[in-house]
């Protein structure tokens, strides 16, 4: 855990109690409203701070900002001008909705700054040029590995010398609230002579969280642990979706893709990683030891509570795991250096996926191949409904936040419903 103290904030803003959206959070994303087109706003509780107008009100003058930067349907050209920018620009609301500061509380603009946030339509945060995901929980690789493989033998011999991960599909990415089809496939069970084709009869989710890159770089070069972070701009939660009956017949020899790439689902809100310093916990101890270039010397976790619920449609919402991103035994530094180690170049809105989250406990494991321990036994809901996998009209719903000395720093949530197969 961090050892810096968490200074004492309070906002003239009404934020309700164990509001994720609080005076330390205030994470960017793209909303539009009835009246407004797209545009880049701050969350702070039930409210949204439109940042075009606090720009045209001239609240950031003299920080030097392009014309225009806050009405955009992404992130992307914001997060390029740099983290020194960024962290100007929040740090600037931040200080503007202070208790103690006058001006934008008793601007004749405040009403206009302020966006009532359940009267807005949330979009895609950024513009995702190439994605990639790792598989960076050893307790969900070792339950795979037992189920799948040998008990005695569940990780492969690379696993613990470098972050396992593979590139997915960014076109299928899609913000919170958009339903999901249920995916078509091939699949083979043990017992069918022959391969067959239709809906999945294994569809699950997977609790992940997503780093967003910040700072493009040339091709050729190589980003060490030490510099990692300078190029991580924020977070959000994820829900990698897959169709393990897919999956399973397809991924070998080289991999996952139609098991995966039919849909993944991101929560609107980016944190950014300075919201997220307080909350910083000691990294896993690896053994054996990993080469130079994946060494760190800072701590790069970070104690996030996870959740995730299953609501059958009508029905109420049922909490069947509770994670923690601290579990991670391969760190985003980490992840980050690997993935550059060969040359292979980032660019400005990449993302990049934790893999399952899963802890050590049975009511951690993140994802529904591990709760249902390969369709082997069910997972009670309440009202009396059971689950080994996702049916059609379900809605999983997944939430993650910070929660240190009475002060919380949360991600909203991340939610999608399963329609049938088209």
Known sequence: ????????????????????????????????????????????????????????????????????????????????????????????????????????????????????RKEAEMLLPVKIGDYTDFYSSIEHATNVGKMFRDPENALLPNWRHLPVGYHGRASSIVVS?????????????????????????????????????????????????????????????FNDWSARDIQAWEYVPLGPFLGKSFGSSISPWVVTLEALEYFRTPNPVQEPEVLPYLKCEKDHNFDINLEVLIQPDGKKPSKVCSSNFKHMYWNV??????????????????????????????????????LSWKGTRAVKLEEG????????????????????????????EVSSQILPAK
């Open 177 to 237: 609230g958009t339903p999901i089809h249920r995916p078509k496939g091939q699949f083979k069970d043990p017992d069918m002579e022959m391969p067959a084709f239709g809906p999945s009869r294994r569809l699950d989710f997977e609790l992940e969280l997503a780093f967003i890159t910040g700072k493009q770089t040339k091709l050729g070069d190589s980003i060490s642990t030490e510099d990692a972070e300078d190029y991580i701009f924020g977070f959000v939660l």
């Open 333 to 370: 530094a980490q992840q980050l250096a690997h993935h550059t180690s060969n040359g292979c170049n980032i660019n400005v809105g990449d993302m990049m996926a934790s893999g399952t989250i899963s802890g050590p406990s049975d009511d951690s494991l993140g994802s529904m191949l591990e």
């Open 385 to 412: 409904e059971e689950r080994k996998f996702i049916e059609d009209g379900d809605t999983v719903i997944m939430r993650g936040y910070a929660e240190r000395d009475g002060v919380r720093v949360g991600f909203g």
């Open 1 to 116: 855990m961090s050892d810096s103290p968490i200074p004492t904030l309070s906002t003239w803003v009404e934020v309700p109690k164990n509001s994720d959206f609080t005076i330390y959070n205030l994470p960017f994303g793209i909303f539009k409203n009835k009246k407004l087109s797209p545009r880049i706003g701050m969350a702070i509780g039930d409210k949204i701070v439109d940042l075009s107008v606090l720009d045209q009100e001239g609240f950031f003058a003299n920080m030097f900002l392009p014309e225009g930067i806050f009405i955009k349907d992404s992130l992307n050209e914001l997060i390029a001008l740099g983290k020194v920018q960024t962290k100007k620009i929040r740090e600037r609301v931040q200080s503007l909705l202070l208790s103690e500061n006058e001006e934008l509380r008793d601007h004749s603009a405040r009403g206009k700054v302020m966006v009532t």
